[in-house]
């Protein structure tokens, strides 16, 4: 049995989606990407995680299946919005992602 027996927590991937308006600007919109399950671990919030020499201080970490997910995306999850600062694949069965709360 893997890791998504303990999926709770359920959370939206927001992206940042780019189009041209009438006048030929350009703008720039968040818009609900995906909604997903994961399992959300509250973090001391000044730990420090190494992965490939890159180094973050993070508040949350995030597990969830595999997903189409980049660092320029947010994470909802109700009223709180996470920035991602890590994601790591798992042997292509599981993603982490750190996750710094947005204050």
């Known amino acids: 049995m893997g890791i998504e027996h303990n999926y709770t927590t359920t959370y939206s991937v927001y992206r940042v989606s780019s189009s041209v308006d009438t006048?030929?600007?350009?703008?720039?919109?968040?818009?609900?990407?995906?909604?997903?399950?994961?399992?959300?671990?509250?973090?001391?919030?000044?730990?420090?995680?190494?992965?490939d020499r890159r180094e973050a201080y993070t508040t949350h970490r995030l597990f969830t299946g595999i997903v189409s997910v980049t660092e320029s995306d947010e994470i909802h999850i109700g009223s709180y919005v996470y920035d991602i600062d890590l994601i790591q694949n798992f042997r292509n069965n599981h993603l982490e992602l750190i996750l710094i709360l947005r204050k």
């Open 23 to 51: 006048n030929n600007f350009d703008i720039e919109s968040l818009e609900l990407y995906s909604t997903k399950k994961g399992l959300l671990e509250p973090l001391a919030g000044n730990e420090r995680y190494m992965s």
